[in-house]
């Protein structure tokens, strides 16, 4: 069975170097809720050196906050911020030998998007400016507006998040919202496959212990007969 592990990265953590071996997609932050140019760029050279697939991951712009902080601005404030965040990964994409292959939200913006309609709308056809790729929590506000703009979807759930029965994921604020056993988290994903049609699974590049869970969870996978592949 085929699943693409990807993490968030360019967002100054760290870890990249580390984390970049380990996976087949990477987010790219596009400089607003963390990172910048510099750190896109060197994100976007190490995509290329070990062969994996690039996407923009735009997110409002709250660095205080890291982009995990539900901002309430007009729809038409959202859809030039994802335009702005999308285009600037794109163009540095060209330059850096790395396209830009689809587009996944961050923090607040994601969870927004997914939530509710009118976001989702404008996060969808802010890629379908770019015949961008979307990825997403299945069966969400995203998953169907990205749909409705004839665009591709790609199913995605989260190796080191914990989910409540109705397939939300817990809240980081709660107590236990987070998988620490790589092999509790392979178990998560093997569920997440089966029950949620997921294609690609998240593993957080900003957590301390990053490098160490990507490490264990892709030998994991690895273990239980995956083969990791890029979706795009």
Known sequence: MEID?????????????????????ANVC???H??????MSHALTLAAKHGVVTGAHPGYA????????DIDIPAEELLA?????????VALGRANDSPIRYVKPHGALYNRACADPEAAGFVASACKDFELPVVGLPHSNLHEFTLRHDLKFIPEGFADR???PDGSL??????????????EAVTQVEWLIREKGVRTVCVHGDNPQAVAFATAVRAALIGRGFT???FV
């Not at 592990?5 to 997609?25: H, K, Q, R, V, Y």
């Open 5 to 25: 592990l990807n993490a968030d990265l360019g967002e100054g953590a760290g870890f990249d170097a580390g984390l970049m071996p380990l996976i087949t997609s």
């Open 30 to 32: 596009c400089g607003m």
């Open 34 to 39: 963390a990172g910048g140019p510099e750190e």
């Open 62 to 69: 709250d660095r205080e906050h890291f982009g995990r902080r």
């Open 81 to 89: 911020l994802c335009i702005y965040q999308i285009g600037a990964a």
């Open 162 to 164: 914990r989910y409540r």
């Open 170 to 183: 817990v809240p980081r604020t709660e107590p236990d919202a987070f998988v620490h056993d790589p092999d």
């Open 228 to 230: 990791l592949k890029p």
